[in-house]
């Protein structure tokens, strides 16, 4: 029998809806949320990702902005961006587009991003934050990724997840999420990277799997048991000449071979996608309500 396919765009529009309404709380108050992107560079796919970003600002009505700059800024004058940015009561999130070029440290940048305004959860404080299961920005992908399973009707509570990947951006961070004592959590789970050794062997004792490991269609039908749940989180670009770009995109999974076996999975793209940018905005929306780090 063929999966479920989880259909991330009709998740990510829930979540806009619920949104809308706390937007016009938040204007009924007079706050506007805004975004204020920093795109260094001219790397297509960063300029593809912020634009992305800034539609589905637009549709929801948060004021955005990109500050755009050439590749050989000095790291200074990018930190000064990042101060002015933190100063500015009308900007509520800030977001670095990654990766900056080599001569840029990014921890650094990243570290100069006020907490309360670090709307991608990359700063060690919201970090450490979710580490110790704190209010905190959660970085969009983990929390996208929470909020497929739990609304599509497979929480992870009590399951065993096996999270492929360990990046600090992905894996590790969803890993934390879906371990905590709390609702929507409470999982066990196991991470899998490079290192590991027989990674099948744990795919094959899991009731979830998630894909996070950036090696297209790496994880195949014969590692899956026929009752898991697979989030592919993968976006990889793969050669196709048939395509009128010249090339496709496809996950971790193969896909092809894993909807014949499994319980449900995501699709790439259409899956995990949406709620990653949907996740943008909640926290922009959180940003805003600036309630996120109070104690009353
Ligand atoms: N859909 C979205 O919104 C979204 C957002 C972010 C990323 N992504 C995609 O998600 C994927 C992962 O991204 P990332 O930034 O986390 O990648 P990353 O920084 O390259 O990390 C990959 C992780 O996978 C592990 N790994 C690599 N090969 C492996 C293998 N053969 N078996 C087991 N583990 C292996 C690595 O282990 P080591 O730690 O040992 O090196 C590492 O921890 C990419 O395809 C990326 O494009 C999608």
Do not use: W
């Amino acid at each position: 029998m063929a999966a479920e396919i989880i259909d991330g765009k009709k998740i990510a529009n829930q979540i806009y809806d619920e949104l809308s309404e706390k937007i016009d709380v938040l204007k009924k108050k007079n706050i506007i949320p805004k975004l204020s992107v920093v795109l260094v560079g001219d790397d297509p796919a960063s300029a593809v990702y912020v634009r992305m970003k800034g539609n589905a600002c637009q549709r929801l009505g948060i004021a955005s902005e990109t500050l755009k700059f050439d590749a050989d800024i000095n790291e200074q004058e990018l930190l000064s961006t990042i101060e002015q940015l933190n100063r500015d009561a009308s900007c509520h999130g800030i977001l670095v587009q990654m990766p900056l070029p080599g001569h840029i440290n990014e921890t650094k940048i990243i570290e100069h991003i006020l907490p309360q305004k670090d709307v991608d959860g990359f700063h060690p404080i919201n970090k450490g934050r979710l580490q110790a299961g704190l209010p905190c920005f959660v970085p969009c992908t983990p929390a996208g990724v929470q909020e497929i399973l739990i609304r599509s009707g497979y929480s992870p509570e009590g399951k065993h997840v096996v999270v492929i990947g360990r990046s600090q951006i992905v894996g590790m961070p969803l890993a934390i999420l879906l371990a905590q004592k709390q609702k929507g959590a409470n999982a066990t789970v196991t991470i899998c990277h490079s290192r590991t050794q027989n990674v099948d062997f744990f795919t094959k004792n899991a009731d979830i799997i998630i894909a996070a490991l950036g090696r297209p269609q790496a994880i195949t039908e014969d590692m899956l048991p026929t009752h898991a749940v697979v989030i592919d989180v993968g976006v990889n670009r793969v050669e196709d000449p048939q395509s009128e770009k010249g090339y496709r995109l496809v996950g971790d999974v193969d896909f092809d071979g894993a909807v014949k076996r499994v319980k449900a999975i995501t699709p790439v793209p259409g899956g995990v996608g949406p709620l990653t940018i949907a996740m943008l905005m909640k926290n922009t929306v959180l940003a805003a309500e600036n309630k996120l780090f109070k104690t009353n």
